[in-house]
Nanobody, 117 residues
Framework: QVQLVESGGGLVQAGGSLRLSCAAS????????MGWFRQAPGKERVFVARISWSGADTYYADSVKGRFTIARDDAKSTLYLQMDSLRPDDSGVYYCGAAPTGTYDYWGQGTQVTVSS
């Protein structure tokens, strides 16, 4: 079992930055891949970024490449998403997910990000 709690969302102007955090508990943190997803109102949840269990490999949606950075701190059991140069279409509820079996089996409750134009 993995429990996830996101934080760090808020309201920011276009061009601004936010850093999201996802605190994990339960299964040993450094043993599974994790990711960030976003869900806008009335739309499906979409992939944003992913990081391997070791932190050596990262993957990003094309829309966020060069602007967002995913990282993990195994000592703190925490996943991060640094979001820079934010745009209004980055708005939505951001969820972190844990993939101990290769699929995202565990999710946090989400944190709201709103980017004003």
């Amino acid at each position: 079992q993995v429990q996830l709690v996101e934080s760090g969302g808020g309201l920011v102007q276009a061009g601004g930055s936010l850093r999201l955090s996802c605190a994990a508990s339960g299964r040993t943190f450094g043993t599974y891949a994790m990711g960030w997803f976003r869900q806008a109102p009335g739309k499906e949840r979409v992939f944003v970024a992913r990081i391997s269990w070791s932190g050596a490999d990262t993957y990003y949606a094309d829309s966020v490449k060069g602007r967002f950075t995913i990282a993990r701190d195994d000592a703190k059991s925490t996943l991060y998403l640094q979001m820079d140069s934010l745009r209004p279409d980055d708005s939505g509820v951001y969820y972190c997910g844990a993939a101990p079996t290769g699929t995202y089996d565990y999710w946090g409750q989400g944190t709201q990000v709103t980017v004003s134009s």
